[in-house]
């Protein structure tokens, strides 16, 4: 069964996959080729500045993947190969957590809980604290520190979102659904929080970047997120159901 699950994940993960990489062609790719006529325009400008003190041209770096590459092939395979993984992951997680379910549960609404509860723990919540920048913003010597940074907040994120259902559970029979689920809640926001304020703050952004392109970039990021996130609750829910209802019936 898990692996009938793993297999609809994956392959639901290629359709999200291919969703996603039309959506970011259309809208997100626009706004990464601005930030980078904004990145070029900064760079000419200081290297006119240190030529007019008397320094040297500064050597242009070679060109490892040519911008068309990077927006057409390698989208695609860096999109793809993301959906893929997250539809494989997100299959496990479903068949952890429907199995934990009561007999009558459906797997439609299973798939919608694990989704909307992965989009918060794994990528809303660290977003809001270390959001999504285009190419041209961010220091290139503190790229390891940004990255740790995020993983950490995913981790700290997703580690208090896993201890929240299983406080639920202890809690559901004194308190009832409603009220256990509103006191994780509260818990799940309050440690997120702390958390956030305690981690440094990073803040790299040019002050001349463009705001309409910064914003713009960060809506393309999330709608990516959520056009994966909704096509694995919705699809991967279908087919499931369609895997593990006549079983349960039968069983």
């Known amino acids: 069964m898990v692996r009938d699950l793993l297999v609809r994940g994956m392959l639901v993960g290629i359709l999200a996959g291919l969703l ?3 959506f970011l062609k259309i809208y997100g790719e626009p706004q990464v080729d601005r930030a980078i006529a904004f990145e070029t325009q900064m760079d000419e400008a200081k290297a006119k500045a240190e030529m007019a003190k008397g320094m040297p041209m500064p050597a242009d770096e070679p060109e490892l993947v040519s911008r068309p590459m990077q927006a057409s092939w390698g989208l695609l395979t860096g999109v793809m190969a993301y959906n893929i993984a997250f539809g494989g992951l997100f299959a496990l997680a479903f068949a952890f957590v429907f199995g934990r379910l ?3 549960s459906s797997p439609r609404v299973a798939a919608v809980l694990v989704a909307l509860t992965g989009f918060i723990a794994i990528y ?3 977003n809001l604290k270390y959001p999504a920048n285009p190419p041209s913003v961010g220091n290139p010597d503190t790229i390891g520190m940004r990255t740790a940074l995020y993983f950490l907040m995913i981790a700290i994120s997703l580690g208090t979102m896993i201890l929240a259902a299983n406080m639920r559970k202890a809690l559901v029979g004194r308190w009832g659904n409603w009220n256990a689920t509103l006191i994780v809640a509260a818990c799940y926001l309050a440690v997120v929080v702390i958390a956030a304020l305690l981690m440094p703050v990073i803040d790299e952004v040019p ?6 392109i910064l914003w713009k970039f960060r809506v393309a990021s999330m709608g990516a997120q959520i056009i994966m996130w909704s096509t694995l609750a919705l699809v991967f829910g279908a087919f499931a159901e369609k895997l593990m209802v006549p079983n349960r019936v039968a069983a």
């Open 20 to 22: 996603c990489f039309g």
């Open 102 to 104: 009561e007999a009558t």
């Open 124 to 126: 809303l919540v660290p």
């Open 207 to 212: 002050e001349a970047f463009p705001a309409v």
